[in-house]
């Protein structure tokens, strides 16, 4: 748990490669921040791959399960009590799913500033404003030249912006812009959370050295693996390591 205040909770959920988190419902609703990894969401009203800038709402009760892919799943959770949050910010939706956008780049600033422990009321202006925009923002698909970028870069998260440009047929400097405004974050971004995903799966479910595991993931050194977790995630590799004891569920 990262805090605590009377209507709501904060923390962080962490699921090994290829854990099968069995259906479960909340008794408050609860909104989950994208962090690290994917994993296939699913509830009554369907399934999704979900891998990157993201925010889930459920309202109290109702039913979802996770299967998480093989770089695990981290996520920021936030539950709480419907009259700390106010009943006109609440939304009429029982479930609202947003990738991307201007929705899922909020998502992204708000798990990370929840590491730095939010003060309740920082907290509660984040999530009605997560909510609205959540609301007003439409559901969206990518385009298809943003998933080949996103491939490409989870291939190989060291290759350079204007080679992978060049590739799918766009122009380096139109990329990206229109990769922020589609995916939530930038190319850099993107490349780096890859390299931390790689590393902190290692870290999390093996007893690799952090050398080689800096090395296997593709950072320059070990240093260059501390200084982007801690730009990523705000967290050192050796404090990730320790995870492990702190898995929601195991396979």
């Known amino acids: 748990m990262l805090q605590e205040f009377a209507g709501a909770v904060v923390r962080r959920v962490i699921d090994p490669s290829r854990a099968v988190v069995h259906e479960h419902a909340h008794d408050w609703p609860v909104i989950s921040l994208y962090v690290l990894g994917g994993y296939r969401n699913i509830t009554e009203y369907g399934e999704r791959d979900i891998s990157g800038p ?10 979802h ?17 419907p009259a700390w949050l106010g009943p006109s910010a609440m939304p009429p939706d029982r479930t609202l799913l947003r990738v991307g956008g201007a929705c899922g780049g909020l998502a992204r600033s708000i798990a990370r500033a929840c590491d730095a422990r939010l003060s309740e009321e920082r907290l509660l202006s984040s999530v009605r404003r997560l909510l609205s925009t959540a609301h007003q923002e439409s559901a969206r698909q990518h385009g298809s030249w943003a998933h080949d970028v996103t491939a490409r870069l989870r291939a190989d998260p060291c290759r350079l912006i204007g080679s992978v440009a060049r590739e799918v047929g766009r122009s380096p400097s139109w990329i990206g812009p ?23 799966r290692l870290l999390r479910e093996s007893d690799a050295s952090l050398a080689s595991i800096a090395a296997e993931a593709g950072f320059c050194d070990q240093s260059h693996m501390n200084r ?23 396979n």
């Open 178 to 200: 229109a990769y922020r405004r589609l995916i939530g974050e930038g190319l850099k971004e993107t490349a780096a959370r890859f390299r931390v995903e790689r590393a902190a």
């Open 228 to 250: 982007t977790f801690c730009r990523v995630l705000g967290r050192s590799p050796m404090s990730v390591r320790r995870d492990h004891d702190a898995f929601r569920c195991r």
């Open 54 to 63: 993201s925010m889930v709402f459920y309202r109290s009760g109702v039913a």
């Open 65 to 81: 399960r996770n299967v998480v892919g093989e770089m695990g799943f981290e996520q920021i959770e936030i539950e709480f009590d």
